[in-house]
């Protein structure tokens, strides 16, 4: 557009140096207004065009931190605040919930908190997080992932009230719902108020599905009995685990919501209009939420690669024992609605995989409205072993891995049922069973149509 923009403009320049033949003059001394008059107009929208690249649209979906803003903060006047955040907590013009409540008059910030990858998101994923001081604000920061992933009274003396602003992205394994459950543990065992600053699911509220969780394998990856993919917001799923008596005091904690406004659940996170900052280090992009569902079972094995350590987290599905054009070659006769698996060669840069050259495949999601996010995960697991049954990705696994992915999971009967060669109909049969239980019982709290 820039380079049609100088064309245009030189043209209009140069039409009154140009002189014509005799016999056209009088032709083109009627055409040059025109010509000009045209040119003009293209300008101009080549500017209008300029202009939008540089100029954001107003979001179409308020934040909780905007709309708490907008009330004059009106449930934190008069108390001392400690803030469960990290960089994703954020208003729609950018700025940090930090700053936010920092600067706000009768809002007194004391405390900031800290959950896995630390309160400014520059701690590698499942490495401990040490307290410091905040460099900008000079308020202590306290870590949930360190020696304590549950607030201690120590660390609470001052405070009345914690308030939880966190972008998630959907999936019980992510580890932020863990920690905002155990902050309302920890408020209500310190009779203070728990204020949650809700946020859109990027994966839509309508999209539910995968394993539930058995509390045996209750963990930090898998705090609740809800399905890996849960299609609540935040604050859905902070009064579901205060009412259900979830805690693990069992009484609930004094929970306020403060929601969105504009949000519906059919809408995914760019239909927003709000900008995404990383959840975490590797979910660089909104959409590669959508990936994590697709690949993240696999990764917890260690047996096979997803894309960590390469430009593409969790997009990918390699190894060096694999065939590329094989395993591509059977995820598309499936014929799998939304997706598209095209083979690649790829050599990872970091981790312990830097060192070796895979091939494998490339997810790519063609229609996102059709896409089963339960039905492709499992496929991708079910390909792996049916196509090289001598490298099988559970037989290879560590013990740790395997305990790991069981964790995840929420039990060990996907995988032992795979091992048994249960057809994949039949294990989401199963699945879309448990899925029809969870419905019914989080529909009374929805908060958003």
Not at 42 to 64: D, F
Not at 139 to 150: E, H, Q, W
Not at 239 to 255: D, H, Q
Not at 292 to 309: F, I, K, M, R, S
């Amino acid at each position: 557009m820039m380079l049609e923009c100088m064309l245009f403009l030189m043209l209009v320049h140069y039409s009154a140096r140009i002189t014509f033949p005799p016999i056209e003059e009088t032709r083109m001394n009627m055409m040059k207004p025109i010509l000009q008059a045209i040119c003009c107009g293209l300008i101009a929208l080549a500017t209008s065009s300029a202009q939008s690249l540089t100029t954001k649209p107003s979001p179409v979906v308020k934040l909780g931190i905007d709309v708490l803003m907008e009330r004059d903060f009106d449930v934190l006047k008069g108390k001392r605040i400690g803030l469960v955040t990290n960089p994703t907590g954020i208003s729609a013009n950018g700025t940090q919930t930090i700053d936010v409540l920092f600067d706000a008059k009768d809002v007194n910030l004391v405390a900031l908190f800290g959950p896995e990858h630390g309160v400014r998101g520059d701690v590698e994923a499942g490495k401990y997080v040490e307290n410091y001081n905040d460099p900008s604000t000079g308020l202590p920061v306290f870590s949930l992932y360190g020696r304590t992933r549950k607030p201690t009274r120590e660390m609470l003396k001052g405070i009345d009230v914690l308030v939880y602003d966190i972008q998630d992205i959907g999936v019980r394994s992510y580890t932020y719902i863990s920690t905002m459950g155990l902050i309302m543990e920890a408020a209500a065992e310190n009779d203070l108020t728990v204020v949650v600053l809700d946020r859109p699911n990027p994966l839509t509220g309508d999209r539910v599905g995968g394993p539930m969780l058995d509390l045996k394998y209750k963990s930090f990856v898998g705090a609740y009995q809800i399905p890996y993919v849960y299609g609540m917001t935040a604050g859905e799923l902070a009064e579901m685990i205060n009412l259900e008596g979830w805690l693990s005091n069992g009484a609930p904690c004094k929970l306020v919501v403060v929601p969105m406004e504009g949000w519906n659940r059919s809408m995914w996170w760019d239909d927003t209009g709000l900008m995404w900052v990383p959840t975490s280090p590797h979910i660089p992009h909104w959409s590669t939420s959508i990936f994590y569902v697709l690949t993240g079972l696999l990764g917890e094995l260690g047996t096979a690669n997803q894309g960590v350590g390469y430009t593409l987290p969790f997009e990918l599905v390699g190894g060096s024992w694999i065939d590329a054009d094989r395993l591509a070659q059977y995820l598309n006769a499936l014929r799998l609605d939304g997706v598209y698996f095209r083979p690649l060669w790829y050599k990872p840069f970091y981790f312990d995989t830097s060192s070796a050259r895979y091939q494998g495949v490339q997810i790519h999601v063609v229609d996102r409205e059709r896409l089963d996010f339960t039905e492709v995960q499992i496929q991708i697991l079910n390909a792996l072993r049916r196509l090289f049954p001598e490298k099988d990705i559970f037989e290879r696994s560590a013990a740790a891995r395997i305990e790991m992915f069981d964790k995840v999971v929420g039990s060990n009967e996907l995988r032992l049922d795979m091992i048994r060669n249960i057809p994949v109909s039949e294990l989401l049969r199963k699945l879309d069973q448990q899925r029809a239980t969870f419905m019914i019982k989080r529909e009374k709290y929805l908060l958003y149509d």
